[in-house]
Antibody
């Protein structure tokens, strides 16, 4: 059974940093690209970042570019999101999600339960 | 504003059929497959439809999808109260090099 379990969320002051983790199990983690998607309270889904299986390609949403860093450790079956210079508008539930991509296909077939990040003074 | 446009809400009675629209552009829906996600209250999103009209294992055939040009549609037949949720369309945007989602449509089963 595919499982994605996020951790690391919490309350942080504006300008602060936080590192999210996502532990994967039930599939060959090193074979899949992974994504982070966030959802602000009462709002819709916002794609945040993507990393290929071998870390060869990384993309970020403009809203987090230069502040967030996605990474992975295939030996530990783990995905990470290092967040810096946090702003109030970064407050959201952060989901990690497994990606399937080929040709003109892209979709997220498994999602974690999410971890809440609250940026507030 | 979301890159993909969805109506904020839709409602229908149990047993009826409902459709959800999702509008984009040539850089996203027009040239990439669309997926749909169901988010039940208080839970994580779940893949409902991929590649415009394919259902993952375990998704009943009451759920269907289609794409025409730069728009996509999700349909649900035989509505049940358990279908009350937020529904999101998503795809890759080749110009932005980013995943994009619609703002979501809240389904109310009256």
């Amino acid at each position: 059974e595919v499982q994605l379990v996020e951790s690391g969320g919490g309350l942080v002051q504006p300008g602060g940093s936080l590192r999210l983790s996502c532990a994967a199990s039930g599939f060959t983690f090193s074979s899949y690209s992974m994504n982070w998607v966030r959802q602000a309270p009462g709002k819709g889904l916002e794609w945040v970042s993507y990393i290929t299986s071998s870390t060869g390609t990384i993309y970020y949403a403009d809203s987090v570019k230069g502040r967030f860093t996605i990474s992975r450790d295939n030996a530990k079956n783990s995905l990470y999101l290092q967040m810096a210079s946090l702003r109030d508008e970064d407050t959201a539930v952060y989901y990690c999600a497994r990606e399937t991509r080929y040709s003109d296909t892209w979709y997220l077939d498994y999602w974690g339960q999410g971890t809440l990040v609250t940026v507030s003074s | 504003q979301s890159v993909l446009t969805q109506p904020p809400s839709v409602s229908a009675a149990p047993g009826q059929k409902v459709t959800f629209s999702c509008s984009g552009s040539s850089s996203n829906i027009g040239n990439n497959y669309v997926s749909w996600y169901q988010q039940l209250p208080g839970t994580a999103p779940k893949l409902l439809i991929y590649e415009n009209n394919k259902r993952p294992s375990g998704i009943p055939d009451r759920f269907s999808g289609s794409r025409s040009g730069t728009s996509a549609t999700l349909g649900i037949t035989g509505l049940q109260t358990g279908d009350e949720a937020d529904y999101y369309c998503g795809t890759w945007d080749s110009s932005l090099s980013a995943g994009v989602f619609g703002g979501g449509t809240k389904l109310t089963v009256l």
